[in-house]
């Protein structure tokens, strides 16, 4: 059979990037998978080229390209912006008229988005915790979220009841990413960075309000075993209305949930605040001889122009806790990193280095 052609944005990414080592540590670029990627650069298109990667030059704003790319490809695997709705839609319309290029093509498309559960949070900014905790097997629960929030509009696209039997769209839905990433682009996450920027131009351990929101946590490399994993088992689904018929009659087989019921989060161990990671920041601070006090400075919204970059209250002061159903259940994913305290320490030590050279 013809390799699996997948196109990919977001390939050099922080979660892509690690997604494309995992990919290339199993050897399955180029034989198993016909890899095509977007990139932005002439540089990344060299580097990509040299895992045996086809790079496509463009960006999420070149919608007649993205649409004619998702026309020639079996999956879509989507990790580059999850706010970006005209990339989206410019996917899914070339998904729906993809002809099909030889007998070896899937009859139907994959599409994997990835969304955020950026999609969960609430306005806490920091002044209470939430029991209330998302389970991505709960369709009833995830219907409740309102179409104003966070990546909630493009979500909304891709689990469109118009794509039920053209596309099978799945959607990833991370939590805070922690760890140093691999391959060939950025192995740096966003949030605990970007706490921790801030912290040391403040030379003071920072904090969103008191601290007290949760979120739910997981490693890029588990990460990226989870969208492999997840890729590998699309494919073994059916791929039309007759195989279905025959796949319904299997008793031992577990149906992968899509379209209507497409979230997957990927969670693991137990949640944390923020104000752990504003005290870990200040313990690494005091170590380094930056601020002596091992203290941490509450700050409010009038005080956030002042301290954080822009939407930090939204990005570090809201809860998001989420519980990845799907994955432990039917993709049998199990997450194997737990030092996220270690990484905060490593994250701080990192960018103080980078800081004095």
Known sequence: MAPIRIFFLGATGYIGSSIIDLLHQKKTIGTKYALHALVRSQEKADRLRSLGIEP????????????????????????ADADHLP??????????????????????????????????????????????IYYDNDVAQLSTLKPTQPHRNVDLEVISPQLVGKVDTYIVAPPTIWGFGAGPGNHNSIQVPLHVSASLKSQQALQIGQGLNYWSKVHVADLAH?????????????????????????????????????????????????????????????ELGVNDSGEVQATNPEEEQTYWPENSGSLL??????????????????????????????????QYNLQKQ
């Open 87 to 132: 990339s989206a839609k410019a996917v899914i319309k070339g998904l729906l008229h993809r002809p099909r290029a030889h007998a070896d093509s899937r009859k139907r498309p994959i599409l994997i988005h990835t969304s955020g559960t950026g999609v969960l949070l609430d306005g806490a900014y920091g002044k209470f915790g939430s029991d209330t």
């Open 56 to 79: 496509v030059l463009g960006s999420l704003d070149d919608s007649n390209l993205l649409e004619q790319e998702a026309s020639k490809a079996d999956v879509v695997l989507a990790a």
């Open 226 to 286: 989870f969208y492999v994993s997840l890729l590998e088992r699309a494919l073994q689904e059916p791929q039309d209305e007759e195989e279905e018929r025959q796949a319904a009659s299997d008793q031992d087989r577990t149906p992968l949930p899509k379209n209507e019921d497409a979230y997957y989060f990927v969670q693991e161990g137990e949640d944390f605040t923020w104000g752990e990671v504003a005290r870990e920041i200040a313990k690494a601070l005091k």
């Open 317 to 350: 002061g809201g809860n998001s806790r989420s519980r990845a159903a799907k994955g432990k259940e039917i993709l049998g994913w199990e997450p194997k990193h737990r030092e996220f305290k270690e990484y905060i320490a490593d994250e701080v030590r990192r």
